[in-house]
């Protein structure tokens, strides 16, 4: 059997488990394909940009299983996983994933609401009478 790499990709709730193979860029998540599993939505650019970056385009396949978070989020999880994956099978590969800023876990999550309050800073009307 070919070599795995793995990694693990995370933004909001997201969590994406991501191992990839040499292969032809085949990307499965949750045992469908990429374009079935988010409909065909904006994610192409964005699943491909670590491969693009390195300069490593269809190279690789990509199995990846998905838990938590709205569709955007686990796109991005993905993209944070595979570039990860990608330093697993080589260590050069750092510098253009740090320059495109592929190796940052976005740290934006959602603010709790605060009790008393009708949301994380909307606030009750206030009335004087």
Do not use: C
Not at 13 to 35: E, H, Q, Y
Not at 85 to 108: F, M
């Amino acid at each position: 059997m070919a070599e795995r790499f793995y990694a693990t990709g995370k933004r909001k709730k997201a969590v994406a488990r991501v191992w990839i193979t040499p292969g032809t860029g085949k990307i499965t998540v949750n045992t469908l394909s990429a374009d079935d599993y988010f409909g065909g939505i904006f994610q192409a650019q964005k699943l491909n940009k670590p491969f693009q970056v390195t300069e490593t385009a269809e190279q690789y396949d990509v199995l990846a299983t998905l838990k938590g978070g709205g569709k955007s989020a686990q796109v991005d999880a993905i993209a944070h996983g595979i570039s990860k994956a990608l330093l697993e099978v080589d260590i050069e590969l750092r510098t253009p994933l740090k320059r495109s800023g592929l190796l940052t876990r976005d740290p934006r999550n959602k603010e709790r609401k605060k009790y008393g309050q009708k949301g994380a800073r909307a606030k009750f009307q206030f009335s004087k009478r």
